[in-house]
Structures are given as structure tokens and as C-alpha cells.
């Protein structure tokens, strides 16, 4: 059964790895259309204009400008390596609101006080291979799955618990 909850888990990662590399494209493409559109011809006409009151000897104060500033590649890509970031950030502040929303939910419909024998982890597993493919695929879904799995093949609590830390422990 672990072997299913892992190619699950495979089967998620490249997604990821497709979001986050068609979020670095998109932030390539939104920044490079700004900088070439606003930002370097602004840039350029200001710099043109100090340059042509400096040849024709006007004293003048040279003022900054944020396009001046703004119109270098180091600039561009640290505003690509942002937005980047922040699409990354959003992933998996989505990812964590789901988590959050499983804890509070009832996985397993245990009530408090109760047992559980060796012989009811079946029972308990099905409830969890119910669960949608993207949702056994969060945390508390892959842990449970393998404290009941080493408590049904062991039947010792401890060895239950020492999977379950080693699944939380491996988690990205």
C-alpha cells in the first residue's frame, strides 16, 4: 500500500515542477514587456535629455528618476526572481489552507476513548483509500495510512508511532 500513496506522491511533484516553470516563464515574459515597453524607453529619453543639456552647457541638477534606476538587467531580474517567488509562495500557501482544512476535518472516525486493534486498521485504511487521489496525498492521510500499516503488520504501538515521525520527518 505504500507503493500507491508514493507514485501518488510522484504523480503530484511534477506538477509542481510544471507550475513552477511555466510561473518563472510567465514572470520572464510580464517583466521583459514592461521593461521593453515602459521602463528603458522612458529611461532612455530621460538620460538623452540630461545628455543634451550637459552638450549644450546648461547648468542643470541632475534628478533622479525611478526609470533611471529601474532600466538595468540586474533590476529586471530580480523584479522576474520576485514575481517567480511570490507564484511559488502562493502554491504553497494553497497547498497549506487544504492541509489546514483536513485537520480539521474527520480522516478517521474514531471516538475519543476508543481502542484500536490490529484487526480494525483494515477498516480504518478504506476510509482513507477513500479519500480523493490530491487529498491522500497530503500529510495527515500519508501518515495515518502508515501508523495503521506498521500497527497492523507489528502490532506495536510504538513502531506505529515511529512511522508516522518518519513520514512527518521526510516531508519537503
Known amino acids: 500500500m505504500a507503493s500507491v500513496s508514493d507514485s501518488s506522491l510522484r504523480s503530484q511533484l511534477p ?10 516563464i510567465i514572470s520572464v515574459i510580464l517583466v521583459h514587456l514592461v521593461y521593453i515597453t515602459v521602463i528603458r524607453p522612458n529611461a532612455d529619453a530621460i538620460l538623452q535629455e540630461q545628455a543634451e543639456r550637459a552638450a549644450a552647457g546648461e547648468e542643470f541638477v541632475q534628478e533622479r528618476s525611478l526609470y533611471v534606476v529601474l532600466k538595468d538587467y540586474e533590476q529586471e531580474s530580480c ?9 511559488i509562495m502562493g502554491y504553497k500557501g494553497r497547498a497549506a489552507l487544504r492541509e489546514r482544512q483536513l485537520l480539521s476535518g474527520d ?9 484500536i486493534l ?23 492521510p ?3 495510512m502508515a501508523a495503521l500499516q506498521r500497527f ?21
Open 15 to 24: 506538477f509542481e515542477l510544471v507550475y513552477q516553470v511555466v510561473a518563472l
Open 79 to 87: 523584479f522576474v526572481l520576485m514575481l517567480w517567488a511570490m507564484a
Open 107 to 115: 480522516v478517521v472516525r474514531v471516538s475519543e476513548g476508543m481502542s
Open 118 to 140: 490490529p484487526e480494525d486498521t483494515r477498516e480504518y485504511t478504506r476510509g482513507i483509500q477513500a479519500l480523493p487521489p490530491e487529498t491522500q496525498n497530503y500529510l495527515l
Open 142 to 144: 500519508r501518515s495515518l
Open 152 to 172: 497492523a503488520s507489528t502490532r506495536n504501538v510504538q513502531d506505529a508511532s515511529e512511522a508516522v515521525k518518519s513520514v512527518c520527518e521526510g516531508e519537503p
